[in-house]
C-alpha cells in the first residue's frame, strides 16, 4: 500500500513557475514508477510526465516538453514536478500516481496510461493567470 500526498500548487501568472512534490508512504517507494497527470475543468485526465523507479528514464508529453522536469529523491520517498515557463492552458488539478516497477519495455511502452497506476494522491491545484 502506497498514500501519495501532493503539495506546491498555486496561483502564478504566465511565464511562472511553480514546483510540485509527491511525498510518498512506506519503505518501498523504488518499487514504483511514477507519474504526473493533470485534469483541467470538463477534460478528461491527461499524462503530463512520468519517471521510472531508478530515475533513469523520464518521459513528458508533448505539451509540457522543454518547460516541466520530473525528478525522484529516493531516500526522500518523493517525486517532483518542476514546472517553468507555465501557460493559462496549463491550469489544472495535478495528480501524483504510482505503479509497482515493470521491465523497461514495457513501461516506455505504456507509461501514460493513468488506467495501470496502481496508487493516486488527492491532488493540488495549479492555476494560471494570463
Known amino acids: 500500500q502506497v498514500q501519495l500526498v501532493e503539495s506546491g500548487g498555486g496561483l502564478v501568472q504566465a511565464g511562472g513557475s511553480l514546483r510540485l512534490s509527491c511525498a510518498a508512504s512506506g519503505r518501498t517507494f523504488s518499487s514504483y514508477n511514477m507519474g504526473w497527470f493533470r485534469q483541467a475543468p470538463g477534460k478528461e485526465r491527461e499524462f503530463a510526465a512520468a519517471i521510472r523507479w531508478s530515475g533513469g528514464s523520464t518521459y513528458y508529453a508533448d505539451s509540457v516538453k522543454g518547460r516541466f522536469t520530473i525528478s525522484r529523491d529516493n531516500a526522500k520517498n518523493t517525486v517532483y514536478l518542476q514546472m517553468n515557463s507555465l501557460k493559462p492552458e496549463d491550469t489544472a488539478v495535478y495528480y501524483c500516481?504510482?505503479?509497482?516497477?515493470?521491465?523497461?519495455?514495457?513501461?516506455?511502452?505504456?507509461?501514460?496510461?493513468?488506467?495501470?497506476?496502481?496508487?493516486w494522491g488527492q491532488g493540488t491545484q495549479v492555476t494560471v493567470s494570463s
Open positions: 500516481a504510482a505503479r509497482i516497477r515493470s521491465t523497461s519495455t514495457y513501461y516506455s511502452a505504456t507509461y501514460d496510461r493513468s488506467e495501470l497506476y496502481d496508487y
